[in-house]
């Protein structure tokens, strides 16, 4: 099944950069969650236990207060 390691970010894409971050483990009976819009290709598909793939409608256009812009990859 793996060693349980990962890391929480691997590229920041503001700078284009990749990232050293320190790898971590996961709890024994943690889950991982991977989101990417080529995830589900022919070539990947054997690495993962389940697949879910989310249609949605189109996206609504609501005015709302720009979030502030993230400094820092996700920690």
Do not use: K, N
């Amino acid at each position: 099944m793996g060693d349980r390691r990962y890391r929480i970010a691997a590229f920041d894409h503001l700078r284009d950069v990749p990232l050293t971050c320190p790898a971590l483990e996961a709890a024994h009976d943690a889950a991982l969650l991977v989101d990417g819009v080529f995830l589900l290709r022919d070539e990947l598909c054997g690495l993962w236990d389940l697949s879910v793939f989310l249609q949605a409608g189109q996206p609504r256009r609501v005015a709302a207060p720009r979030a502030p812009t993230r400094r820092h990859p996700l920690r």
